[in-house]
């Protein structure tokens, strides 16, 4: 078979690399260089990206096996999530990677920007020795305003603490008493303006945040303000701030990132008082490590269809601990569903009951879904794409939970009408300290079966005989019974057998057993593969 191809569109880590390992059939490429990028797409399986790389609606057209794209970062702005979405190409980044060095990359450029470090020593090293005309100013007492108080704000924040200033924050989606227990004050943008010595920004760069600093801001701002930027060009205005430095409106700026990168030759490189670094936020040996190895552990899962936790396109939300082992229980949940429908649903019902009801457990509706489809499918079903299908068929889900759960710790149920009315449904659950998988009930009927590769499911009338021709029939087809169980729901009334069996059970002996016992339904089911 031939092994899955990983395209690595950009510089990444040893120890990512390491990881793939010889699993994948690793490509690279410049994924700056579009001439390169769109043809390398065509037979990939999983694209890992940085900053460089435009991961837009063209390029995603361009990769009709894509499954994953994965940034070794935190930045999106690069990858147009909504087009991956609909092409049911799952987008994971490595949100935590590269935080501390960004954080630590900020500080620098606050320093360097207060101190005019950066000119100091190229003048120095030019033979000029300029001691007034690099006088700076401290950081004690001063007001430093963030913008955008996330993971790599808050770092920021804690980072500034001992240096004796006062910290404020625009940041109008956090709760304001989280802010207070890190010592920052929220404020609106135009207060953090008004009142601020240093500026940091720390937003995502999106339709919102574009020109957020722009002329007007910067008419608002303190003269004597330095305004650094180590989240996203054109969060700042470039041209406002160079007419704000020009004009006296601003004192300085750290720049790490630029509206158009590369940036090689901006106007406002020729101001003294700006110090740049050519987007090194993340260049760190560190940050690079965790990137690449934590974007290289997505692919493989994301490639191997389970579940990727750091998806950011998978409606299910964080995934806890206890939940976690119920995604396979649930999406083999939804492959017996499916075998035993033999159609999709029209409507659907996935349940959760016991201890992990009191969790997200919206992915266990999108593990179940995706077992529903996954058997039905030609295209590879995901938990990206899983709910588009269900939309495009015209299949309603509806999510149902419940602490209470009688028989078992937890128990997860799928449940649904067909196109007939007719209702199916199947159940399972985790048991034992092995966390065994169980099927524990079948269209209402109680059990306990073990879902292994092949099972098959007969209902008809309970009388005497049918377990022996059953038997008999399998016995003939060289088909070993592995386990079987009978349930009924009253002495001589509608009755199910569930069989587990080493082997696939050929269609035609299904349907020769089923005329045999004269069975109402005869279903296979194989959960292999
Ligand atoms: N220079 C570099 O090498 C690096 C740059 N970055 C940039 O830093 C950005 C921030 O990263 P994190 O802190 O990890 O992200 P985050 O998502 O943890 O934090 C972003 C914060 O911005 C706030 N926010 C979002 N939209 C806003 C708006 N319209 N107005 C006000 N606040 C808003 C959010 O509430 C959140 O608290 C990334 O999006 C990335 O672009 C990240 C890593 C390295
Ligand atoms: O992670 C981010 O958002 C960054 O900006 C880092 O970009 P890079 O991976 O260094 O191209």
Not at 45 to 65: F, G, H, N, Y
Not at 196 to 218: C, M, N, Q, W, Y
Not at 325 to 348: C, D, H, I, M, Q
């Amino acid at each position: 078979m031939n092994k899955p191809v990983v395209l690595v569109a950009e510089e990444l880590s040893e120890a990512g690399l390491a990881v793939l390992g010889a699993d994948f059939e690793v490509r690279h490429t410049d994924g700056a260089d579009r001439s390169q990028l769109l043809p390398a797409l065509a037979e990939v399986d999983a694209l890992i990206v940085r900053s460089a790389t435009q991961v837009d609606a063209e390029a995603i057209a361009a990769a009709p096996k894509l499954r994953v794209v994965a940034r070794a970062g935190v930045g999106l702005d690069n990858v147009d999530v909504e087009a991956a979405t609909k092409a049911g190409v799952m987008v994971v980044n490595a949100p935590t990677s590269n935080i501390t060095s960004a954080a630590e990359q900020t500080l620098a450029l606050i320093l360097a920007s207060a101190r005019n470090t950066a000119q100091a020593h190229a003048a120095l090293k030019n033979g000029e020795w300029k001691r007034s005309k690099y006088t700076g100013v401290e950081l004690d007492e001063k007001v430093v305003g963030i913008l955008g108080l996330g993971k790599i704000g808050q770092l920021v924040a804690q980072r500034l603490q001992p240096f004796g200033v006062e910290l404020i924050a625009y940041d109008p989606y956090l709760p304001p008493a989280r802010a207070a227990q890190m010592g920052v004050k929220l404020l609106s943008l135009e207060e953090v303006l008004k009142q601020a010595d240093f500026i940091t920004v720390h937003l995502p760069k999106s339709k919102e945040t574009v020109g957020l600093i722009g002329d007007r801001e910067l008419h608002q701002v303190k003269p004597s303000v330095r305004i650094i930027n180590v989240a996203r060009g054109g969060i700042v205005d470039e041209g406002a701030l160079y007419s704000a430095i020009k004009e006296g409106r601003v004192a300085g700026a750290g720049l790490d990132v630029f509206s158009k990168e590369p940036c090689t030759d901006s106007p406002l490189f020729e101001l003294d008082q700006v110090v740049v670094t050519p987007h090194l936020g993340a260049s760190t040996h560190e940050a690079q490590e965790k990137a690449g190895t934590q974007v290289a552990r997505s692919v493989k899962l994301a490639l191997a269809g389970e579940f990727v936790p750091d998806a950011v396109n998978v409606q299910g939300g964080v995934v806890a601990e206890d939940v976690k082992p119920g995604l396979p229980l649930a999406e083999k949940l939804g492959r017996v569903f499916t075998a035993l429908a033999g159609e999709v649903a029209t409507k659907l019902d996935v349940e959760v009951r016991g201890e992990i009801a009191s969790e997200d457990v919206r992915v266990i509706e999108l593990a179940a879904l995706k077992g529903v489809f996954t058997d039905v499918i030609e295209e590879q079903v995901t938990y990206v794409n899983a709910p588009l299908l269900a939309k495009d068929r015209g299949l309603t889900v509806e999510l149902v939970t419940s602490s209470e759960s009688p028989d078992w710790r937890n128990v997860v149920t799928v449940r649904g009408v067909l196109a007939d009315g007719r209702q199916v449904s199947v159940s399972g659950t985790l048991s034992g300290p092995r966390q065994i998988t169980k099927i524990v009930e079948v269209n209402g009927y109680e059990m306990e079966i073990e879902p292994t590769a092949h099972l098959a499911f007969f209902t008809y009338t309970d009388r005497p005989g049918i377990v022996g021709v059953v038997g008999r029939l399998l016995g003939e087809h060289g088909v070993n019974i592995a386990s079987m169980q009978v349930a009924r729901s009253t002495k001589g009334g509608n009755a199910l057998i569930a069989l587990t069996v080493d082997s696939a059970i050929p269609a035609d002996v299904i349907d020769q057993i089923g005329s045999e016992i004269g069975a109402e339904s005869g279903r296979s089911v194989d959960l292999e593969g």
